[in-house]
DNA sequence: TTGACATATCGAGAAAAGTCGATATACTAT
DNA sequence: ATAGTATATCGACTTTTCTCGATATGTCAA
């Protein structure tokens, strides 16, 4: 995991925010999963179409942050259909909040 | 706290490492309060040459980055006479980890 | 008051990141 | 096959960050 990197992909407000609203997907995004079939299952994922609508910036700038905050390990995604799916990644956050406690 | 200059504040090699050697000052500047006199008292504040020694970039890209990182509340400083002595915030990096606790 | 030193600020060119529209790819339904 | 939809990638332009050398400011010692 590269801490710099992570910390650049933090350096965003859109990003910030797409990270903050994934915690409470439901929450933030009442449509979320309305495609995937129950015998998928990605708990807490939401398609870039509905990110993108909500983060209003263009779809490119959307994909590519996304792309990027899975890239540095603050989002996970799996692709159903012409859907993909990002929740965050949980696991990622860990490390980074575990380094955040111990180097920072 | 502007969190997110924050975050841009840590997306720099130089600068993480400048905030983890001042954990442990001692360590990594044996010579660290070589003119700071008894009576005042900073304690584990070094001064700008030496961390520009160490940091091997030149002398206004290292105070930049103090100065940067001060204002973001990571660092904190006390001139001296013709020296400026900058330590970690630990009361600004309190209030970061507990932000990153709670909102990320 | 002059000269030497520590640090800060300025100005600029180079490198990186942000962001978009256009286009490509992949999948779905007809 | 074709058309429609979701997402990814490309290419380009703009904005921001990096980093430096030069210079200014402040301090100390002689």
Same mark, same amino acid.
């Given at each position: ?14 990003? *910030? #925010?797409?990270? !903050?609203?994934?915690?409470?997907? =439901?929450?933030?995004?009442?449509? $979320? ?32 942050? *996304? #792309?990027?905050? !899975?890239?540095?390990?603050?989002? =996970?995604?799996?692709?159903?259909? $012409? ?22």
């Amino acid at each position: 995991m590269d801490y710099i990197d992570v910390f650049k992909a933090l350096s965003n407000e859109t990003r *910030l #925010n797409i990270l !903050q609203w994934l915690k409470e997907p =439901e929450k933030h995004f009442p449509k $979320q999963g309305a495609h995937i079939p129950k015998e998928v299952s990605f708990k807490g994922g939401v398609c870039v179409g509905d990110i993108q609508e909500k983060a209003k910036v263009s779809q490119s700038t959307v994909s590519h942050y *996304l #792309n990027l905050m !899975q890239k540095v390990g603050l989002l =996970e995604s799996v692709r159903y259909g $012409q859907w993909t799916y990002y929740r965050r990644d949980e696991e990622g956050i860990r490390q980074l909040a575990e380094y955040f406690r111990t180097e920072i």
